[in-house]
């Protein structure tokens, strides 16, 4: 099962690889890790999704998060109300005969194009986890050439 | 100051006693300054006896052991030492020189990546590439070393950084926002803790390491006193209670007592202090200790709950907590019916060995005990003559026996027991060595003649890798496969360092052997020739229940 925890840790050089060194090691996975500073410059924010077959690996990750000394703080959204958000560009197949689909598409989940090539656009997504699930979807019959995401951000 | 100077008068700061290191390029600025600095120097013959030493000396004492070496293949000849001491919990400061910061990343001469090298490796570890931040950097690892859970940091120290001037400003405190560990109990938690105690009719306390790290060993002698609960250790527990007190079970595990494995296998408590249920403790992990709660005193949260299903957690420093218990705990548990069943897996399965045609390992372990009391500090190498030093001295002290028990390194013993010799000059320090661990780390002996370091050495001279030997026997049909080992003439070797050295080849001679050797004011090699194909036993084959132990027993 996949989980959403954050952890602010300092922001010094090699904490990344202390956070991801530990999830190797101990065999734990990541299905995505966003990073980035806060207002407090000396702190970064990390969301990272994981994967963890029972509770008492979650359990674990969060503790062996805990022990790094840079660690600062662990958030486990598990169970707790929070704003989750992932930003996704795709590259799709496009052709005018398309245009009224794709931007209705597009409107339902405020999504929209960003760039624009003879055969092709770029479209800018954001949304939860499922919104992004079902606009890709809905996208899947003009065929995706391209896809990038941030991983997921996450706030309670 | 220059950075090598803050090095050195930080050191002093923090009270180090002794520095084992080795010089070389990237150092050169920190050895200049060790020149003439009020320090105790001890220069090894190889970077991983450095190590090796800083944790012997470590665990001897409570204090923080330090290791120096320079950058490169020193840094990572200390590798397998710092491992050593992160996974037995050892408070160790290693400092490495570094190449100059504007070389970092182009595979300079004698460059190696040590902070990502040892990562996963030390508790915590820096590269410091401002001199300004050197003296606050120090204090921040003698402070993550010596608390919480101790473990190994490093220092990478650039050798610029070590040239760069600025004001020395050591630091009042140490503030890491991200590092608090815990020392007391939660007052529920040891709430509960006693109701379950006073309730309990089988209860074992199983004691690790953490007894001995924190100091806990009057208290868990006490707890265990006032509830009359038999007590079974780990390997890295032994001498946290004493082996003589009616109440010991021994060790546990593996190579444990069948009393001690039984005992916990039946009991319907398990008061775990300081201990980590490792899978050499817990074999086959569905089966161990089905009807047992648990109760888990640990200071690293993540120890609690790792491998066995806890009742009672209780995230703290030992000493602390036990103490906390003490207090809460107003009645005794009635513990008088299992205390005889304790008894009779006592006297049905004792540890027992034959006398064969050669010495028995099991006897010269029996005669260094007699003759020394108990009161010398043992350390072993790894494998048969590791658990044949458990099994068969009686600690009584704790920090008197000194070995790997996570990592299980092979040369460790020996300049271990040089390090734990320079903390307690006034013991006797035996290393129980075979001839193939002896091997590993041979060359300190120059160290020790140098330095006048008289640690005995009793080599357990089988001419086997034993342990692997003993598995291949009983695992890989006798098939010997490169377990055969040869060795120098360890007399002669030893005297050819300026050490001395006795052979023995029959039982008769092993106590004049011994005590020559204790006698001798020198770095001994005692190479007792003993039964070639001796096994450990009992013992516990690999995935099996613990209580399903083979050989050993009468």
Same mark, same amino acid.
């Given at each position: 099962?996949?989980?959403?925890?954050?952890?602010?840790?300092?922001?010094?050089?090699?904490?990344?690889?202390?956070?991801?060194?530990?999830?190797?090691?101990?065999?734990?996975?990541?299905?995505?890790?966003?990073?980035?500073?806060?207002?407090?410059?000396?702190?970064?924010?990390?969301?990272?999704?994981?994967?963890?077959?029972?509770?008492?690996?979650?359990?674990?990750? %969060?503790?062996?998060?805990?022990?790094?000394?840079?660690?600062?703080?662990?958030?486990?959204?598990?169970?707790?109300?929070?704003?989750?958000?992932?930003?996704?560009?795709? %590259?799709?197949?496009?052709?005018?005969?398309?245009?009224?689909?794709?931007?209705?598409?597009?409107?339902?989940?405020? +999504?929209?194009?960003? /760039?624009?090539?003879?055969?092709?656009?770029?479209?800018?997504?954001?949304?939860?986890?499922?919104? !992004?699930?079902?606009?890709?979807? /809905?996208?899947?019959?003009?065929?995706?050439?391209?896809? =990038?995401?941030?991983?997921?951000? #996450?706030? #309670? | 100051?220059?950075?090598?100077?803050?090095?050195?008068?930080?050191?002093?700061?923090?009270?180090?006693?002794?520095?084992?290191?080795?010089?070389?390029?990237?150092?050169?600025?920190?050895?200049?300054?060790?020149?003439?600095?009020?320090?105790?120097?001890?220069? *090894?013959?190889?970077?991983?006896?450095?190590?090796?030493?800083?944790?012997?000396?470590?665990?001897?004492?409570?204090?923080?052991?330090?290791?120096?070496?320079?950058?490169? &293949?020193?840094?990572?000849?200390?590798?397998?030492?710092?491992?050593?001491?992160?996974?037995?919990?050892? &408070?160790?400061?290693?400092?490495?020189?570094?190449?100059?910061?504007?070389?970092?990343?182009?595979?300079?001469?004698?460059?190696?990546?040590?902070?990502?090298?040892?990562?996963?490796?030390? %508790?915590?570890?820096?590269?410091?590439?401002?001199?300004?931040?050197?003296?606050?950097?120090?204090?921040?690892?003698?402070?993550?070393?010596?608390?919480?859970?101790?473990?190994?940091?490093?220092?990478?120290?650039?050798?610029?950084?070590?040239?760069?001037?600025?004001?020395? =400003?050591?630091?009042?405190?140490?503030?890491?926002?991200?590092?608090? *560990?815990?020392?007391?109990?939660?007052?529920?938690?040891?709430?509960?803790?006693?109701?379950?105690? $006073?309730?309990?009719?089988?209860?074992? $306390?199983?004691?690790?390491?953490?007894?001995?790290?924190?100091?806990?060993?009057?208290?868990?002698?006490?707890?265990?006193?006032?509830?009359?609960?038999?007590?079974?250790?780990?390997?890295?527990?032994?001498?946290?209670? &004493?082996?003589?007190?009616?109440?010991?079970?021994?060790?546990?595990?593996?190579?444990?007592?069948?009393?001690?494995?039984?005992?916990?296998?039946?009991?319907?408590?398990?008061?775990?202090?300081?201990?980590?249920?490792?899978?050499?403790?817990?074999?086959?992990?569905?089966?161990?200790?089905?009807?047992?709660?648990?109760?888990?005193?640990?200071?690293?949260?993540?120890?609690?709950?790792?491998?066995?299903?806890?009742?009672?957690?209780?995230?703290?420093?030992?000493?602390?907590?036990?103490?906390?218990?003490? @207090?809460?705990?107003?009645?005794?548990?009635?513990?008088?019916?299992?205390?005889?069943?304790?008894?009779?897996?006592?006297?049905?399965? &004792?540890?027992?060995?034959?006398?064969?045609?050669?010495? /028995?390992?099991?006897?010269?372990?029996?005669?260094?005990?007699?003759?020394?009391?108990?009161?010398?500090?043992?350390?072993?190498?790894?494998?048969?003559?590791?658990?044949? +030093?458990?099994?068969?001295?009686?600690?009584?002290?704790?920090? /008197?026996?000194?070995?790997?028990?996570?990592?299980?390194?092979?040369?460790?013993?020996?300049?271990?027991?040089?390090?734990?010799?320079?903390?307690?000059?006034?013991?006797?320090?035996?290393? $129980?060595?075979?001839?193939?661990?002896?091997?590993?780390?041979?060359?300190?002996?120059?160290?020790?003649?140098?330095? %006048?370091?008289? =640690?005995?050495?009793?080599?357990?001279?089988?001419?086997?890798?034993?342990?692997?030997?003993?598995?291949?026997?009983?695992?890989?049909?006798?098939?010997?496969?490169?377990?055969?080992?040869?060795?120098?003439?360890?007399?002669?070797?030893?005297?050819?360092?300026?050490?001395?050295?006795?052979?023995?080849?029959?039982?008769?001679?092993?106590?004049?052997?011994? @005590?020559?050797? $204790?006698? !001798?004011?020198?770095?001994?090699?005692?190479?007792?020739? !003993?039964?070639?194909?001796?096994?450990?036993?009992?013992?516990?084959? #690999?995935?099996?229940?613990?209580?399903?132990?083979?050989?050993?027993?009468?």
């Amino acid at each position: 099962m996949r989980h959403t925890i954050s952890v602010t840790v300092e922001n010094k050089p090699g904490v990344l690889a202390r956070v991801a060194g530990l999830f190797s090691a101990r065999g734990y996975n990541i299905a995505s890790l966003a990073v980035s500073e806060t207002l407090d410059p000396t702190i970064s924010y990390m969301t990272m999704v994981v994967e963890a077959e029972d509770e008492r690996i979650l359990e674990q990750i %969060k503790k062996q998060l805990n022990k790094l000394i840079d660690v600062i703080t662990i958030t486990d959204f598990t169970k707790k109300e929070h704003v989750d958000r992932e930003l996704v560009l795709l %590259k799709i197949n496009y052709s005018s005969k398309d245009k009224a689909k794709i931007e209705s598409i597009l409107d339902k989940y405020a +999504a929209k194009i960003v /760039s624009r090539k003879e055969n092709t656009v770029i479209i800018e997504a954001m949304g939860d986890q499922d919104q !992004i699930k079902q606009l890709l979807s /809905s996208l899947q019959q003009f065929g995706i050439e391209e896809m =990038v995401r941030t991983g997921k951000l #996450a706030i #309670a | 100051m220059k950075g090598a100077n803050i090095l050195i008068e930080s050191l002093l700061k923090e009270n180090v006693e002794v520095v084992f290191g080795y010089p070389g390029g990237s150092v050169l600025p920190i050895f200049d300054a060790l020149f003439d600095a009020p320090l105790k120097f001890i220069l *090894p013959r190889h970077e991983q006896a450095a190590a090796h030493m800083a944790d012997g000396y470590a665990r001897a004492t409570g204090k923080v052991g330090v290791c120096l070496a320079t950058s490169g &293949p020193g840094a990572t000849n200390l590798t397998t030492g710092i491992a050593t001491a992160y996974m037995d919990s050892i &408070p160790m400061v290693a400092i490495t020189g570094q190449v100059k910061t504007s070389l970092i990343g182009n595979d300079a001469f004698q460059e190696a990546d040590v902070t990502g090298i040892t990562r996963s490796i030390t %508790k915590h570890n820096y590269l410091v590439k401002d001199v300004r931040d050197l003296a606050r950097t120090i204090k921040e690892a003698f402070h993550i070393a010596r608390t919480g859970r101790p473990g190994p940091v490093l220092i990478d120290i650039p050798v610029d950084v070590q040239q760069q001037d600025t004001e020395f =400003v050591w630091p009042e405190e140490v503030i890491i926002r991200g590092y608090k *560990p815990t020392y007391f109990g939660h007052p529920g938690q040891i709430k509960k803790c006693a109701k379950l105690i $006073i309730s309990s009719k089988k209860p074992v $306390i199983y004691a690790g390491g953490g007894v001995i790290s924190s100091g806990a060993h009057k208290e868990l002698r006490e707890l265990a006193e006032k509830i009359k609960a038999p007590v079974a250790m780990t390997l890295m527990g032994l001498g946290g209670f &004493p082996a003589t007190n009616e109440l010991s079970l021994g060790m546990l595990g593996m190579h444990g007592t069948a009393y001690a494995n039984h005992a916990i296998m039946e009991s319907d408590l398990i008061i775990a202090v300081g201990a980590r249920f490792d899978d050499r403790v817990t074999g086959r992990i569905d089966a161990f200790a089905p009807n047992a709660k648990v109760i888990h005193i640990d200071i690293d949260p993540s120890s609690i709950s790792k491998n066995v299903r806890v009742d009672i957690p209780v995230v703290g420093d030992c000493k602390h907590v036990l103490g906390q218990l003490l @207090e809460e705990i107003k009645t005794s548990c009635d513990t008088t019916a299992w205390l005889k069943v304790v008894e009779g897996w006592k006297k049905k399965y &004792p540890l027992v060995y034959k006398d064969k045609k050669r010495i /028995s390992p099991q006897y010269i372990m029996e005669e260094i005990y007699k003759l020394t009391k108990g009161e010398a500090v043992i350390a072993t190498e790894v494998g048969q003559n590791q658990m044949w +030093a458990a099994q068969w001295y009686k600690y009584t002290h704790p920090r /008197s026996f000194i070995s790997s028990g996570g990592l299980g390194t092979m040369g460790f013993g020996f300049p271990a027991a040089m390090g734990a010799k320079l903390g307690c000059p006034e013991k006797t320090v035996f290393d $129980i060595a075979g001839d193939g661990s002896i091997q590993m780390n041979i060359q300190e002996l120059a160290t020790c003649v140098c330095n %006048k370091i008289n =640690v005995k050495v009793a080599i357990l001279n089988n001419g086997y890798l034993g342990m692997v030997r003993q598995w291949q026997e009983l695992f890989y049909k006798k098939r010997y496969s490169y377990t055969c080992i040869t060795g120098p003439d360890f007399v002669k070797l030893a005297e050819s360092y300026g050490a001395s050295g006795i052979r023995v080849t029959k039982k008769e001679e092993v106590r004049r052997a011994l @005590e020559k050797a $204790i006698s !001798i004011d020198n770095v001994v090699f005692i190479d007792f020739h !003993i039964e070639e194909e001796e096994n450990v036993f009992p013992m516990v084959p #690999a995935g099996e229940a613990i209580n399903r132990m083979i050989g050993g027993m009468a």
